[in-house]
């Protein structure tokens, strides 16, 4: 059964997409062009709806998580599923921040780079997505793919 470090990095994917997403909505409310703040146009309040509801769903399925072990009911391919969808949707909460900063998404005046180039290092260290991808596939189908 995993361990509690499961649920850490389950919660950790998600507090880096939290930095990312109040440095963008920071950044985007704050920043000015032609007279309205950046946030004001729809692509950006796309991209920021896109991180703060992938935080909401990340977080109740890490709390979720949780409630299964302490159940004694968590099985290795929930924690597939949780770590396959935090750390991806951490990371690409992270590049969509990088974008909306434009060239300040790569300095370390912001937290976002940084924040990316460890959820890169997260999605493969702790398991690829696709080893998670065929964790999970082997529960729903019923057939190993792994060989």
Request: contains cysteine; proline residues 3%.
């Amino acid at each position: 059964m995993p361990d509690l470090s499961t649920l850490r990095h389950c919660l950790g994917a998600m507090g880096a997409l939290e930095s990312v997403y109040e440095t963008a909505l920071e950044y985007t409310t704050g920043r000015q062009t032609f007279g309205q703040p950046i946030a004001s146009r729809q692509l950006v309040q796309d991209k920021l709806v896109r991180m703060v509801t992938d935080h909401t769903a990340g977080l109740l399925l890490a709390v979720q998580l949780g409630a299964l072990k302490d159940a004694g009911r968590m099985s290795p391919t929930q924690v597939s599923l949780a770590k396959r969808n935090n750390v991806r949707v951490a990371l690409a909460g992270a590049r969509l921040a990088r974008e909306m900063l434009g060239g300040n998404g790569i300095t370390t005046e912001y937290p976002v780079i940084r924040h990316m180039l460890n959820l890169e290092t997260v999605d493969t260290y702790e398991g690829t997505h696709d080893i998670h991808t065929l964790i999970v596939g082997r529960d729903v189908t019923g057939l190993n793919a792994l060989g």
